[in-house]
């Protein structure tokens, strides 16, 4: 029997601008990993059915399930939000499913100042599989174009929050007087990220006026041109950081972790060292966990430890 | 004796994105006004000398003093700033004289968070003209791409914070899934305009999570799509606001106004009567009494009052 042949299940995380696939045996191992830049925003001809078999070409036809944007309006088929708080066993019932593809509900937080995610709820699953120390208190960050900050209690998603840190730092640096200023390509320049993190802290300027020092400090000579970009990613983590920590930490003997892409994790963890505060564990993607754990838990596949 | 010959000084606000002159007569009124859109970015064929020929085209031959970004290292010579603290008076021997065209020097904030302005100082010169009562202590607000907030006392300006509020507005709306996911042409939605300023007055959150709120509140239907727009400026401009009044602000008896384009301004001072803050006056542009008091005082022209 071929490597290939012992798949039977594959996870797809199917976002906005990328689509990342994985074909996994019946104990939960990644036998092939596959990723491209067919998002829903980027889908080639043919549409979703035709990225769905070209990211699969080759597999097995077995079950399935796909989490992301692919559940929302613009995406394969429209997927209710499940409401925070919320357990992570409710999403077993709550697969939406089909005979061509399962697909994974987001979470919505309906509070005074709502907020939603698709796909960020299937990597904190993946999370609480893997430790499952988390799922007493802990703190997620899953960090992105749209940064998710999320409270787990007693194995709930209790609450979250959306930073848009990613897309302002693109919006800046590709459209702004501050990025057109800037030599492109930028050098990593270390002391103008922990000078961009330590600015962030004062709060009152607020992150408006801040912004607007990456110009100013770049005139008096005070940031090399080709570090504007590290001065602004630091403001702009620093300012998340500090923010985040506010509205969702918590003071008392908790966990946070960063999951997602290892070099963005590290950028981040160097924020919370550079503010003093302590520093979250790197998990890595745990998408694929997180899809492989709810087919399993909603018999999508049979058990293999039954 | 033409209108036209009557004229004795031209002022010109040449910035950015506009270019914007007036010819006075000896009293320092407006005989003509012009504006077109030879910023320094956008400059005709032949450049500055081509762009000084056509805003003055059929004027008399007499002399020229411009302020903002054409002083500036991409304008049409470099103009060293003024720093601050600096007196109003200090403005008149430090022109940059030239047969052709003299131009105001900008001013600098030199503190640990450097800042800089060129433009909005002769707007501040022409309001502190125009209101005597404003010299001994006010705070002087000026709407615009990168709105500048001035605190002036005994006649100086003594600190001053730009805020990149226009500017991220634009960018959001043009570039950002916000905006993007946004019916354009927008409708004016007053409810939306104020539920923004209120979001922002809960400062914990931050700037950063509070604009991803625009996507959310719309998704949960509380605003409409029509009316991102509004939520959008009402969100950023109240942020500027608080932390604007927060940075340069005085609890004391204290005037605050506001200088330039009227129907931006006026959204300003929604957004103070929103907030419950004291809501500034309005004195419009002010940057051609500015000009003409400057020239006078350099003795560029002679004083009609001496």
Redesign the interface.
Known sequence: MSRIEKGVFIGLDWGTSSLRGWLFDSEGHVLVARTNGHGILHLPEGGFPAALKQITDGWPAVPILACGMVGSLNGWRQVPYLDCPVSMEAFDSALDRAPDISIVPGL???EK????MRGEETQIIGALVRRSDLADASLIILPGT?CKWARISKNRVVSF?????G??FS??M????LGRGSTIPSVHDEEAFRLGVR?SR????????????A???M??G?IKPEGVRDYLSGL?LG??V??GL??LGDQTDDKAVLLGEAQLCRRYAKAFEILGDPVPELLGNTADTGLFHLARAAKLIESDTE
């Open positions: 919505r937080l309906t100042l709502p907020d939603v749209h929050r959306t930073f848009m840190t897309e302002l919006l800046l590709h459209h702004s007087i600015t004062e709060g009152e300027t607020g992150l408006s006026a801040h912004l607007f020092s110009r100013s400090l005139l008096a005070r702009l300012d998340e500090r923010c506010a509205l």
